[in-house]
């Protein structure tokens, strides 16, 4: 048998050792679905700008 305060301490104890999202990390949804365009797309973006 443990004592209220203990459970209480237990309890928080346990609780602070999960990490809380830093609010200073967090980059919008959009950020995170954006495609990046392959070295080949690329390349062939530029070969289309050149030509014009």
């Known amino acids: 048998m443990t004592t209220p305060e203990y459970s ?11 990490p809380e ?3 200073e990390d967090v ?4 950020e995170y679905l954006q495609v990046i365009p ?3 797309e690329i390349i ?3 070969f ?5």
Do not use: G
């Not at 209480?8 to 999960?18: G, L, Q």
């Not at 980059?27 to 959009?30: K, L």
């Open 48 to 52: 289309k700008r050149k030509n014009l």
């Open 8 to 18: 209480e301490w237990w309890c928080k104890r346990i609780n602070d050792n999960i």
């Open 21 to 23: 999202p830093n609010s």
């Open 27 to 30: 980059r919008p949804m959009e």
């Open 38 to 40: 392959s070295e080949l």
């Open 44 to 46: 062939k973006q530029d």
